[in-house]
Every structure is written in structure tokens, then in C-alpha cells.
């Protein structure tokens, strides 16, 4: 799983490369997205955190940050955090 600055989330297949899917955003994804279970949190400069379903990339749920996130989401303890470019940090539980 990888983001690039042609604002696509890229999965690609660990075997042989072979890309199985994108997503497309509004602006560079430039933070790693973060696979949880069969769920894929992946942050975009466009300023929303894209929740995706991980088998086929279909956008689940997005929450609008208000500003750019160029930062990797961290989880432990079953919540991810992220934080915006204006400094903003968010939490969200994703136990299932």
C-alpha cells in the first residue's frame, strides 16, 4: 500500500507487484496509508483521511480535516491518531 503525488493510493500486490487497485484523491498522498485489519486509512493533501475497504479500495467513510495531512496515521491501542498541517490532532477509535 503506497501513496503517491499523483494523488492515487496505490495496493499492490506483495508477490509480484502487480497493482490490484487505486483510489483517487484531490491532491498528492504524500503520508503512508495505514492498513488496520481490512480497513486502509489513508491521509491526503486534499485534506480528508479516506477510510478504504482494503480488498477493493472502495472509499468506506472520509472525515474533512480542514487542512492538508502529510503526516503518516499512528494507531496502538485500537486509535489512530493523525494530525493536519495546521497542527490540529485527531483521534479515532477503529476497534472493531
Not at 48 to 64: H, I, M, P, Q, S
Not at 71 to 94: H, K, M, N, T, Y
Request: with cysteine; net charge negative; charged share 25%.
Amino acid at each position: 500500500m503506497l501513496g503517491g503525488r499523483d494523488k492515487l493510493v496505490h495496493a499492490v500486490r506483495m508477490e509480484d507487484g502487480k497493482e490490484v487497485w487505486t483510489f483517487a484523491t484531490r491532491s498528492a498522498v504524500d503520508a503512508s496509508p495505514l492498513i488496520v485489519g481490512d480497513r486502509v486509512f489513508a491521509p491526503s493533501g486534499d485534506g480528508n483521511l479516506y477510510l478504504l475497504d482494503l480488498a477493493t479500495g472502495k472509499e468506506v467513510w472520509k472525515f474533512a480535516s480542514g487542512s492538508r495531512i502529510s503526516a503518516s496515521p499512528a494507531i496502538a491501542g485500537g486509535r489512530l491518531v493523525v494530525s493536519g498541517e495546521d497542527g490540529q490532532v485527531f483521534c479515532f477509535d477503529v476497534r472493531p
